[in-house]
């Protein structure tokens, strides 16, 4: 199993940024890929970011691309975030989630409020 926990929320100005973080225990991080999802009131789970076991290959929601950067640091057991030129829209719960493809080994955090108003 794996324990995820984040943090880095906050109340930010629109144009600005913030770093998320992702720190995990338990089973081998390094073993899993990571994601990071969003989600606001009413609506579905929306998938942000994704980065593959190594760090090697990343993926993007189109909402995001050139603005927001996904990483992860396995010797530290952490993953990352960088959310920058935040624009209202970007409002919402984000969670952390890692798992192993094929394997139906899914784990999610306990989810950071990011909220982009003036």
Same mark, same amino acid.
């Given at each position: 199993?794996v324990q995820?926990v ?7 100005q629109p144009?600005g940024?913030? !770093?998320?973080?992702? =720190?995990?225990?338990?089973?081998i %991080? ?6 990071w999802? !969003? ?7 929306e998938?942000?970011a ?9 993926? #993007? =929601?189109?909402?995001?691309? &050139?603005? %927001?950067?996904i990483s !992860? ?7 990352y975030?960088? +959310? ?8 919402a =719960?984000? #969670?952390?989630n890692? %798992?192993?493809p &094929? +394997?139906g080994?899914?784990?999610? &955090? ?9």
């Amino acid at each position: 199993q794996v324990q995820l926990v984040e943090s880095g929320g906050g109340l930010v100005q629109p144009g600005g940024s913030l !770093r998320l973080s992702c =720190a995990a225990s338990g089973s081998i %991080f390094s073993n899993y890929f990571v994601a990071w999802y !969003r989600q606001t009131p009413g609506k579905q789970r929306e998938l942000v970011a994704a980065v593959t076991s190594s760090g090697g290959s990343t993926n #993007y =929601a189109d909402s995001v691309k &050139g603005r %927001f950067t996904i990483s !992860r640091v396995n010797a530290k057991n952490m993953a990352y975030l960088q +959310m920058n030129s935040l624009k209202p829209e970007d409002t919402a =719960a984000y #969670y952390c989630n890692a %798992f192993l493809p &094929g +394997m139906g080994s899914d784990y999610w &955090g306990q989810g950071t409020q990011v909220t982009v108003s003036s």
